[in-house]
T-cell receptor, first 115, second 110 residues
Framework: DAGVIQSPRHEVTEMGQEVTLRCKPI?????LFWYRQTMMRGLELLIY????????DSGMPEDRFSAKMPNASFSTLKIQPSEPRDSAVYFC?????????????FGPGTRLTVL | SQQGEEDPQALSIQEGENATMNCSYK?????LQWYRQNSGRGLVHLIL?????REKHSGRLRVTLDTSKKSSSLLITASRAADTASYFC??????????FGDGTTLTVKP
């Protein structure tokens, strides 16, 4: 299995631009998570989906952030407009079922820099 | 604040020694998981212990869970330089939501 796939691996953009991060979970996994990691705030859960439905989005920082999961094999995290404080590493993870009640498998992350 | 908090924040030991990291949390959990993160990389799952379990082993890893004290410990025995990484605990609720601690940075000197 290829594991969780994220793209792009690195993204540099200017403030105000739209950013879209992509994730392909492990085939057969029903839960998908988006995390953000910064030195100041550590690893934060932004949102998680179960069977393509958003279950908990309480970690989404503000309306500039949105996430979708149109099917079982693809999810996007969009930031519009982006700001310098959004600079972070964004991780996607998936698990077999029931959210985090099972092992989460993480992707390599997308390092986002907003200038 | 984070549900899981690791202690110590940083740990430096010599190769061959044992390393112990602790995690405390605040609310009821379904399970607690430990992850390793090498610098600049993603997180790798190490071990999952459920709320009805008290101890679990995997190779050189030993995890304990005390739900009465809301705490867990990760012991790495006979450490190696390759064990140098950050270690995170993550608690999961029955609703499936997970919360990560701030991590312990382990340095194993050859």
């Amino acid at each position: 299995d290829a594991g969780v796939i994220q793209s792009p691996r690195h993204e540099v953009t200017e403030m105000g631009q739209e950013v879209t991060l992509r994730c392909k979970p492990i085939s057969g996994h029903n839960s998908l998570f988006w995390y953000r990691q910064t030195m100041m705030r550590g690893l934060e859960l932004l949102i998680y989906f179960n069977n393509n439905v958003p279950i908990d989005d309480s970690g989404m920082p503000e309306d500039r952030f949105s996430a979708k999961m149109p099917n079982a094999s693809f999810s996007t995290l969009k930031i519009q407009p982006s700001e310098p404080r959004d600079s972070a590493v964004y991780f996607c993870a998936s698990s077999t079922s029931g959210g985090a009640t099972d092992t989460q498998y993480f992707g390599p992350g997308t390092r986002l820099t907003v200038l | 604040s984070q549900q899981g908090e690791e202690d110590p924040q940083a740990l430096s030991i010599q190769e061959g020694e044992n390393a112990t990291m602790n995690c405390s949390y605040k609310t009821s959990i379904n399970n607690l998981q430990w992850y390793r993160q090498n610098s600049g990389r993603g997180l790798v799952h190490l071990i999952l212990i459920r709320s009805n379990e008290r101890e679990k082993h995997s190779g050189r890893l030993r995890v304990t869970l005390d739900t009465s004290k809301k705490s867990s410990s990760l012991l790495i025995t006979a450490s190696r330089a390759a064990d140098t990484a950050s270690y995170f605990c993550a608690t999961a609720t029955n609703a499936g939501k997970s919360t990560f601690g701030d991590g312990t940075t382990l340095t194993v000197k050859p």
